[in-house]
């Protein structure tokens, strides 16, 4: 089986990568051509566990190879994965211009029966533009070759993104032609374990899929963080109803950890987009506008802890940031609490001391630089030393050399001894005992 995976960013990569290691012969194609030879040298920019040693295994066994060219990566190719980005709009709906570049430049080139697929997560109807495009660009040419357009949604966790990839729960796939549902439960078969789990269903249907999944996920987490919340006021710790209800098996545990809201590449985004998608219908989307706003208001908790804590000035004080990134196990901070938090702090002339086991780097990059040249924001080396002087410690991330504080060190550290828990990591009884004050969200 040989198939082309077009960009290489987070998504694209791993499903090259993936399927390369079972065998399939895959070419990788993006017109960055700066990435393209690093990752023809087995350089990954990517913060991904297994990633890289994969794409060097790929390469090395000629598996896997990089190139800029669509027409070459296509001349083989049974299958043509468009794992290429999907940016919001400003009305949050998603922007489709690169995805239907690449359709274009399909129709151009496109000599023998393919399937064409749609991996990146697109709105309902996307499939029906692609295939549009394709034919527009197959008539201007008088070309009658034949090809089916599949929707095959992926759902990588950052940070488990190979596992995910290896060992799904399930594999979606969208089609309206037997050939190309064939053709893709070939190409899967080798992931499969013990039993089936290919689902097909319709085009839209698999476009949906994606967005109801990653929207029901958020709104668990809102409902909990809105519980949380609730929680405070009545003299609840949220933690024992995590619990209690987690254990009803039609809740499950997985998804109600309350906290400082939700992050990433996805999650913000995708429920934005299914918004527009149902404005667009001339729906009113009762439910995604309430976990959207939940979430923008979670994000500021923290602050507003620390506010009321220190009221009034906050000017002066100097603050100790454990975590940057959206969610441990990756340095992405795109979306990421610790940003909004950072603003806010910033804002109000706070000093603060950040440090982040993977994030530093990235925060260097995408932070505005003034934070830095007006002394405001240090980046540490080392979670203690985040710590000197503080007034108080706010963990934002919940990464595992935050779990088991020492806290005579942090006592010799601290100015005052305060304790903000983002992701409610430790115990309010024990830090208290300890002789720190504690806030955590909702308990
Ligand atoms: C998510 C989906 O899980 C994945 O299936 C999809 O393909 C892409 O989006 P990812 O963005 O990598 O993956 O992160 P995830 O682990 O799902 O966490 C998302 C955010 O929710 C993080 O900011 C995390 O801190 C937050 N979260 C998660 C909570 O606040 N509470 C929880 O209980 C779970």
Excluded at 20 to 26: I, N, P, R
Excluded at 201 to 207: F, P, S
Excluded at 374 to 397: M, N
Aim: with cysteine; net charge neutral.
């Amino acid at each position: 089986m040989h198939i082309a995976v077009i960009g290489t960013g987070y998504v694209g990569l791993v499903t090259g990568a993936c399927f390369a290691e079972m065998g399939v012969q895959v070419v990788c194609v993006d017109q960055d051509a700066a990435k393209i030879d690093q990752l023809k040298q087995g350089r990954v920019s990517i913060y991904e566990p297994g990633l890289e040693s994969l794409v060097r295994s790929g390469l090395e066994q000629q598996r896997l190879s990089f190139t800029t060219s669509l027409p070459q990566a296509m001349a083989q190719a049974q299958i043509l994965f468009i794992a290429v980005g999907t940016p919001p709009e400003e009305d949050g709906s998603a922007d489709l211009q690169h995805v239907l570049a690449v359709a274009g430049e399909i129709g151009r080139n496109l000599r023998h029966y393919t399937v064409i697929v749609n991996k990146s997560t697109v709105p309902v109807g996307t499939a029906d533009r692609v295939r549009a495009a394709i034919r527009q660009e197959l008539e201007q040419r008088d070309a009658a070759v034949p090809f089916d357009v599949v929707s095959n949604p992926e759902f990588l966790k950052e940070g488990s993104a190979v596992v995910d990839f290896t060992r799904p729960d399930r594999i979606i796939i969208g089609s309206d032609s037997e050939r190309a549902t064939e053709r893709m439960k070939q190409l899967y078969a080798p992931f499969i374990r013990n039993h089936d789990r290919t689902l097909t269903m319709g085009v839209r249907d698999a476009e949906m899929t994606k967005y109801a999944a990653n929207a029901l996920l958020a709104t668990k987490i809102s409902f909990m963080n809105e519980i949380a919340n609730l929680c405070e006021p009545l003299g609840v710790d949220v933690e024992n109803v995590r619990l209690g209800i987690g254990s009803d098996s039609r809740i499950g545990y997985h998804f109600i950890y309350p906290g400082c809201g939700y992050g990433g590449s996805c999650f913000p985004k995708d429920v934005k987009a299914l918004s527009a998608m149902a404005r667009q219908s001339s729906y009113e989307p009762l439910i995604l506008k309430a976990v959207e706003e939940r979430n923008k208001r979670q994000r500021q908790r923290l602050f507003e802890k620390i506010q009321r804590h220190f009221h009034p000035d906050l000017a002066g004080l100097t603050i100790a940031l454990w975590g940057l990134s959206f969610k441990p196990g990756t340095d992405d901070m795109r979306e990421a609490p610790a940003v909004f938090l950072l603003q806010a702090l910033m804002k109000h002339g706070v000093q603060v001391r950040a440090y982040d086991p993977a994030a530093m780097e990235e925060a260097r990059r995408i932070l505005p630089a003034d934070w830095f040249t007006r002394g405001q924001l240090h980046l540490v080396r080392h979670q203690y030393e985040a710590l000197e002087q503080a007034d108080a410690l706010v963990l934002v991330t919940e990464w595992k050399p935050f779990r088991t504080p020492d806290f005579a060190a942090m006592k010799s550290l601290m100015k005052q001894r305060v304790i903000f828990d983002g992701r409610n990591q430790y115990d309010p009884v024990r830090v208290r005992n300890e002789g720190f004050a504690y806030e955590g969200i909702g308990r």
